[in-house]
């Protein structure tokens, strides 16, 4: 089945750093989202993006909807403790019936 | 405001028994979606449902699993004759509308353990 990759698998950073997550595919795909999970926890909506180019924030959080709409990335700015989860994207493809793909995972850890 | 709630959270289950898991959607919301998540993994789609309809089953293996969303009361993911491989945590996200550019919203999950 259609894939989305993200890597690296983990990241480490630094209580107060900006870090930036990038999420590709081989398909174009017509809405993104990205989310959060905590342990033990579903996933949680962060952002949404529905248009090719779009840049949308939500407080420290910015995502964009890469122009060839086959990538996304999402920028976590001045990271504190409570950052630390698993950050997944998905995708909705064309003519896909409402299903999203998800990828792996990024799992971020902040140093205090 | 209820989010999407799910029940229960863990269920173990013996194998050759059979699992029980129910999604109640946010207020509002008539589009029921259930994935599988497998640990070190994402979400895998499993099946769409509106109310009394399955709309999209692709994701959902052929044998003992089988999905409901009736007029009234929950949506019911049922798996008959549990394996081990069935052991994973199971999400059941709800949306107020269909097609590209729904957002989805998740549950809790239910984690099942399959001894």
């Known amino acids: 089945g259609q894939q989305l990759n993200q890597s690296p698998q983990s990241m480490f950073i630094q209580e107060g750093e900006d870090v930036s997550m990038n999420c590709t595919s081989s398909s174009i795909f017509n809405t993104w989202l990205w989310y959060k999970q905590d342990p033990g926890e579903g996933p949680v909506l962060l952002i949404a993006l529905y248009k090719a180019g779009e840049l949308t924030s939500n407080g420290r959080l910015t995502a964009q909807f890469g122009i060839t709409r086959k990538d996304s990335f999402l920028n976590i700015s001045a990271s504190i403790p409570s950052d630390v989860g698993i950050y997944f994207c998905a995708g909705q493809l064309t003519g896909a019936n409402s299903k999203l793909t998800f990828g792996k995972g990024i799992t971020l850890s902040v140093r205090p | 405001n209820a989010g999407v709630m799910q029940n229960p959270r863990h269920l173990v289950r013996r194998r050759g028994q059979e699992a029980r898991l129910r999604c109640s959607p946010m207020?509002?919301?008539?589009?029921v979606y259930w994935y599988r998540q497998l640990p070190e993994e994402g979400l895998k789609f499993m099946v769409y449902?509106?109310?009394?309809?399955?709309?999209?089953e692709s994701g959902m293996p052929k044998e003992r699993f089988s999905a409901e969303f009736p007029k009234e009361g929950p949506s019911i993911l049922r798996i008959q004759q549990v394996v081990r491989g069935d052991s994973a945590a199971y999400f059941c996200?709800?949306?107020?509308?269909?097609?590209?550019?729904?957002?989805?919203?998740f549950g809790p999950g239910t984690r099942l353990t399959v001894t």
């Open positions: 207020k509002g919301h008539s589009h």
């Open positions: 996200a709800s949306s107020n509308r269909e097609g590209l550019g729904n957002e989805q919203y």
């Open positions: 449902l509106q109310k009394e309809n399955i709309i999209d």
